[in-house]
């Protein structure tokens, strides 16, 4: 396995979550003659919640790593 496999993995599936999320509404709004269930939302929260806590954390560790290297 490649050293970056782990960020590959938590990028791309951060990045398709959001892609469902994203997805996942604007059918359900056009479909639905613009009516957003509440399940729709949650979804689209959670999915919100999980690539900012991926996106997040990784800068976050990556800065502070920086920081101890220098």
Do not use: H, P
């Not at 979804?43 to 806590?53: D, E, F, I, K, R």
């Amino acid at each position: 396995m490649q050293r970056n496999t782990k960020e590959w993995i938590q990028y791309g599936s951060a990045i398709a979550l959001l892609t469902s999320g994203v997805a996942m509404a604007f059918l359900s709004f056009f479909l639905n003659g613009g009516d957003l269930k509440d399940s729709v939302l949650w979804y689209v929260s959670q999915t919100l919640v999980y690539a900012g806590s991926i996106f997040g954390v990784g800068i976050y560790v990556q800065s502070k790593w920086g920081e101890v290297k220098n």
